[in-house]
């Protein structure tokens, strides 16, 4: 059996005495009734996008990431494409709402967010973890107040009927889904018709051809981690209800000051390799917005949530590391990429002796998600490099701050 407190933390940020009594109260009752034993990775995200937008989404990803198209879920208001590195990373399921006018529960979570509402079905709904016993880890749930969709409400919501997914948190506004798989059978996703869709594949086609060209096919690698932003007094929350949810474990906090932001990052107690079962990372600033006046600290975690609503902010994916054509792999990536037209929010930052190098992308016009890399470097083990953190989380605040002034603009007049 797996104890989820065996890890060894890191960081340097100061929890509550509420985070570390719940901390050992929920991962010991956890082990003891096997939950932690009976979840295990994650075997797929899924997003949603507006209205036209899953194909060129699907483009982006296909170019940016290792992901292939597989195959697409038509049910009669959604489009749900899969798409797949292997079976050891998880899946992405990209669903497209056919109709403008279509109004669900994911959509209201975007409403009364200034930004987040002009992308009204543009969002990030959560992960679906692999379990062996669905109905047991459901009834293990509920016994501990979870509250999951019903079979009914599934089917109304189109989403895949053999998955178990919770309502929406109200820390991170994210799902948690749970499918049962043994681990040698292949994901199967119980919905809609099933095809192979030639516009979508032509266009994943020939991302596969571009990444071949500008030889990078090989070099970028599964998700490392998926980072959520909330509101600073749900930093503590957000994790404890997370690490409820899954089998995953604390790793660790760090105080990212010069941004007035911390980072806390949990991990998979069954798999090491992010690849497998990337990490889940939550950042939350580190006062609420209205002691800003007060603190004239910068804010850009909170300023994120308010305008957008809680909600995933990026997903980082792993480049190989090593040298091609004389540059660091990463820097080869993003050059060959921005070569494409996409745009990146600052240079690619920190060294091999520090370890490892990050670079966050803009924002996709179609998902509102940032792609992050990240290469390590050697034998490199260590999560970020606080230097980097603040960097990057400095870079994606002055991007927000230009959309939010664009956003003013058009609801002024
Ligand atoms: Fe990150």
Request: proline content about 4%.
């Amino acid at each position: 059996m797996i104890s989820s407190l065996n890890f060894p933390r890191h960081g340097d940020k100061q929890n509550s005495d509420f985070f570390e009594h719940y901390l050992v109260a929920l991962l010991e009752e956890r082990d003891r009734v096997g939950l932690t034993d009976m979840i295990s990775e994650i075997d797929a995200i899924m997003l949603t996008v507006d209205p036209g937008q899953s194909i060129n989404y699907i483009a982006e990803l296909c170019l940016m990431s290792p992901y292939n198209y597989l195959v697409t879920l038509e049910s009669e208001s959604h489009w749900t494409h899969i798409l797949r590195v292997d079976m050891d990373s998880p899946d992405i399921l990209v669903r497209e709402v056919k109709d403008a006018n279509i109004h669900g529960i994911f959509r209201s979570l975007n409403e009364v967010y200034p930004i987040g509402a002009q992308k009204p079905n543009c969002r990030y709904m959560g992960e679906i973890l692999r379990v062996e016993n669905l109905h047991e880890v459901v009834e293990l749930q509920n016994a501990r107040e979870f509250r999951f969709f019903t079979q009914n409400d599934t089917r109304k919501l189109e989403l895949p009927g053999n998955v178990a997914m919770t309502k929406p948190s109200p820390y991170t506004h994210n799902i948690v889904g749970y499918m049962e798989r043994p681990e040698d059978q292949l994901r199967i996703y119980a919905l809609g018709m099933s095809s192979i869709l030639p516009e979508v594949q032509e266009v994943y086609l020939a991302a596969k051809e571009l990444q071949k060209k500008l030889e990078i096919i090989d070099l970028l690698q599964p998700i490392d981690h998926l980072a959520t932003r909330v509101y600073s007094q749900n930093r503590e929350v957000a994790m404890l209800e997370y690490l409820s949810l899954t089998s995953y474990y604390y790793w660790g906090s760090y105080d990212i000051k010069d941004q007035n932001s911390s980072t806390n990052v949990t991990k998979s107690a069954h798999f090491e390799e992010e690849s497998k079962s990337p990490a889940k990372v939550f950042t939350a600033n580190n006062t609420p917005y209205f002691v800003n006046h007060l603190e004239k600290l910068p804010s850009p975690t909170e300023n994120f949530v308010r305008n957008y609503g809680p909600r995933l902010h990026h997903i980082a994916f792993s480049v190989r590391d090593g040298i091609t054509h004389e540059l660091t792999n990463i820097d080869y990536v993003v050059k060959s990429i921005q070569e494409q037209g996409k745009d990146f929010l600052l240079g690619v930052i920190g060294s091999q002796e520090e370890g490892l190098k990050q670079i966050f992308s803009s924002a996709s016009e179609h998902s509102s998600l940032i792609i992050e890399y990240v290469q390590r470097f050697g034998d490199f083990d260590g999560f970020f490099a606080k230097d980097n953190v603040a960097e990057l989380t400095r870079a994606a605040g002055v991007d927000e701050e230009l959309l939010s002034l664009h956003e003013q603009s058009h609801t002024q007049h």
